[in-house]
């Protein structure tokens, strides 16, 4: 079958770096994104994976293992607008290229 | 580039009432998302279309939600008659790689 999951919340230092962990599993891996989601807004693109490695973009990076069915996103630098819930998405060639989508994992930043 | 728009950002409506929502997707992106996301959750998908034909819907609740596509462009979701479990963010996405989103609607149904 198929499943996401990432921690339901974190707490972290302004100026810290934080790292939030997806696990998936999933027959028809295509691509796994990180959205940012704050409260009472739409999901914004961060950062999509295909192969294995580290992304790096800005203070943010995404990290990908296929073989273990697991990724990070890291954040670096911590600052207060970074509080908000981050969704692991992960897209599925079998399931017509749909997203299927972690619960997100709330981050708050503490000064 | 203009983003995903949608209209309207919020709507109040009484229970077995209808609504509408409207959506325009970003300037030639053929795939169109429909999600419903309730607080806490990851969005939860109602239906696919590429271009004006319908790819997924199997989960939307036909007896109460419809959706089209006309022109392969504009999108409308429909509820008729809502339910108070429909109180939610509707959110349209567009697509070529990337998944973009607009700002949603927040439904409540009271």
């Known amino acids: 079958g198929q499943n996401i999951d990432q921690p339901t919340e974190m707490t972290a230092t302004e100026g810290a770096i934080v790292q939030i962990n997806c696990t998936y599993q999933?027959?028809?891996?295509?691509?796994l994104f990180w959205y940012q989601q704050h409260a009472g807004e739409a999901p914004t693109f961060l950062s999509y994976?295909?192969l294995d490695g580290l992304e790096e973009k800005g203070r943010f990076s995404s990290f990908l293992s296929r073989s273990k069915g697991y990724s990070y996103l890291l954040l670096k630098e911590l600052q207060m607008k970074d509080s908000a819930s981050y969704l692991c998405?992960?897209?599925?060639?079998?399931?017509?290229?749909?997203?299927?989508w972690g619960a997100g994992t709330k981050l708050i930043i503490k000064p | 580039e203009a983003g995903v728009a949608q209209s309207p950002r919020y709507k109040i409506i009484e229970k077995r009432q209808s609504v509408a929502f409207w959506c325009n997707p970003i300037?030639?992106?053929?795939?169109l998302y429909w999600y419903q996301q309730i607080l806490g959750q990851g969005p939860k998908l109602l239906i696919q279309?590429?271009?004006?034909?319908?790819?997924?819907d199997s989960q939307l609740p036909k007896d109460r939600f419809s959706a089209e596509r006309l022109k392969g462009v504009d999108s409308t979701l429909k509820i008729q008659p809502a339910k108070l479990e429909d109180s939610a963010v509707y959110l349209c996405?567009?697509?070529?790689?990337?998944?973009?989103f607009g700002p949603g609607t927040r439904l409540t149904v009271t």
């Open positions: 996405a567009s697509s070529s790689t990337v998944q973009y």
């Open positions: 300037s030639g992106h053929a795939t």
């Open positions: 279309f590429q271009n004006n034909g319908v790819v997924d």
């Open positions: 999933t027959s028809g891996f295509n691509g």
């Open positions: 994976n295909v």
């Open positions: 998405a992960v897209r599925d060639k079998r399931s017509n290229y749909q997203l299927i």
